[in-house]
């Protein structure tokens, strides 16, 4: 059985009306767009994680932890610039003559939890599109199924007649806003929700880092005259 060329997916896009076919393009292209976010933050998540896991391996086999910051220093890593900043707190509150051991343990808690939580925000930051294209696309897709409803009244009005075949196009043509709506939401959603679980991971992990090098520099900070 032949299929009618106006009836396949380019022919419907095509003979679609002007402003139907400005929805359907920006679905398309806001398809196109998370899927590119999609690919690369899952190669950007993979990284981090093993990037985590490397830095956190060689920290715990580090015996001088100014030495290790010498090393580490020039990382570009998210743990990295945590540890940074820990490293920093601690020198700040220590070089002075007096002390204070309460205000250190503090303050190295809110440098390194600060750094924790602008690393996160860097890195959900291309998130928010997904979860953007998630909610909104459908609407959109739902906009130009509407338009393309009313132009199958208006055409039927035209022409007078209300058989299927004067009246299956515009109704094609509607539907496939929707359809194109909603190929662009699924994979937003559900890829925003695996990769929120995944940065909710990279959090916890930069968090018990933090947390067991405070613990250090804390025990560091008893023996400090």
Do not use: C
Not at 49 to 69: L, M
């Amino acid at each position: 059985m032949q299929i009618d060329p106006n009836l396949s997916l380019v022919g419907l896009f095509l003979h679609a009306n002007i402003l139907v076919q400005v929805v359907m393009g920006l679905l398309l292209i806001a398809s196109l767009w998370s899927w590119a976010i999609i690919i690369g933050f899952g190669f950007r998540l993979r990284a981090a994680r093993k990037a985590i896991e490397k830095f956190d391996g060689d920290y715990r086999e580090a015996d001088d932890i100014d030495e290790f910051h010498r090393r580490a220093a020039g990382r570009d890593q998210a743990i990295a610039r945590v540890f940074s900043a820990g490293v920093t707190e601690w020198r700040r509150s220590t070089s002075g003559k007096a002390i204070d051991r309460e205000g250190t343990r503090e303050r190295l808690a809110t440098a390194m939890g600060a750094t924790v939580a602008q690393e996160i925000d860097r890195l959900t930051g291309q998130l928010n599109f997904l979860a953007t294209v998630g909610a909104v696309t459908p609407f959109v897709g739902l906009f130009g199924t509407v338009l393309g409803i009313m132009n199958s009244f208006i055409g039927i009005a035209q022409e007078q007649n209300t058989s299927l075949a004067i009246v299956a196009p515009g109704i094609a043509e509607a539907l496939f806003a929707t359809a194109i709506g909603l190929f662009a939401a699924i994979p937003a959603v559900i890829f925003y929700n695996i990769y929120s679980n995944g940065v909710n991971r990279i959090e916890a992990r930069l968090n018990r880092f933090a947390d067991g090098f405070h613990a250090t520099l804390s025990r560091r900070l008893e023996n400090e005259a």
